[in-house]
């Protein structure tokens, strides 16, 4: 049983008219006649009978109808949700922070979108907590996060245990002040966040028994950077970050005979998510590049 010929009958079957059935459909009369014919021909009943100049549904054609009229809305709902989903597919969300939005996933897109330069990228800079969330909700498709996030239906995907937190001073600072000065005389200034990348500060800050007479926070961790290279003060950020600078000697790293504090990155996503082509490539190459992105 063809659709074509079930929808015209359930539309000649509503307007009960060939005719106007056929200004409907766009459709010249012949065709509606030839359609309702190969269908009642399958289906081996009469759907019409007319009466004088009149039309009606047979008992057959009641039947039929009745199931055309509940199989069409879903159709048409079916071809609607496939379209959503086709929108969607065009556009892979990512969610991470500031840090990670400006200095790691520009060359990793780029390498995506030589692949699939039909497939949008929207980046959301937001704290790892605002991340977690957004997983959970199927705001995000990707989210990438300081530590590890463990839920059912999540999937966590460690992709860097390499980044470590140094203490950072400008150069005018450092030639004019020794570190013990530098810790007692100098605003403090670190990175305002929530869960893990925090937990790690805090340690850090503990077990040196930094004692700052002020602090300093800022939810950007390039406002950190900029604020020591200005002389403000003492900075703690990820090692990565600063680099160039650390080679230039714009900034020197204060060392204070300690084990180094390790953060974990990760890539979090729905565990579902993980059947889509798309998606899959540009996980594997966040992955691939992560640790080489400086």
């Not at 106007?20 to 012949?30: E, G, V, W």
């Not at 309702?36 to 004088?52: D, M, Q, Y």
């Not at 900075?235 to 650390?246: A, D, F, Q, W």
Request: hydrophobic fraction near 40%; aromatic fraction near 8%.
């Amino acid at each position: 049983m063809e659709l074509r010929q079930l929808k015209t009958f359930q539309v000649a079957a509503e307007l009960l008219n060939f005719t106007q059935a056929a200004k409907q459909l766009n459709f010249s009369q012949p065709t509606i006649t030839a359609q309702v014919r190969a269908l009642e021909k399958e289906i081996g009943h009469s759907l019409f009978f007319r009466i004088g100049k009149q039309t009606f549904l047979t008992a057959y054609g009641e039947i039929v109808k009745r199931y055309a009229d509940q199989l069409f809305p879903i159709l048409e709902q079916m071809d609607a949700d496939l379209q959503e989903e086709s929108q969607a597919a065009s556009k892979l969300i990512i969610a991470a922070s500031e840090t990670f939005c400006t200095y790691y996933f520009p060359p990793i897109i780029r390498q995506f979108l030589d692949a699939y330069p039909e497939i949008g990228i929207k980046l959301v800079s937001c704290t790892s907590d605002k991340v977690i969330a957004g997983i959970n909700d199927n705001s995000f498709d990707i989210g990438i996060i300081s530590g590890s996030y463990t839920k059912a239906g999540v999937t966590n995907v460690v992709i860097s245990e390499k980044e470590d937190l140094i203490l950072i001073v400008s150069k005018e600072l450092h030639d004019k002040h020794s570190n013990q000065e530098l810790l007692e005389r100098f605003p403090f200034i670190k990175y305002e966040i929530i869960g893990p990348f925090e937990q790690q500060m805090n340690s850090y800050i503990e077990e040196n028994d930094i004692q700052a007479r002020k602090v300093i926070e800022s939810s950007s961790l390039e406002a950190v950077k900029s604020a020591v290279l200005n002389d403000i003060g003492v900075g703690l950020i990820s090692r990565n970050l600063v680099k160039k600078e650390l080679v230039s000697r714009q900034l020197y790293e204060i060392s204070l005979n300690k084990k180094p504090i390790q953060i974990q990155t990760s890539l979090i996503i729905a565990t579902n998510k993980l059947t889509d082509q798309t998606t899959m490539h540009l996980i594997k190459l966040i992955e691939q590049n992560w640790n080489t992105i400086h």
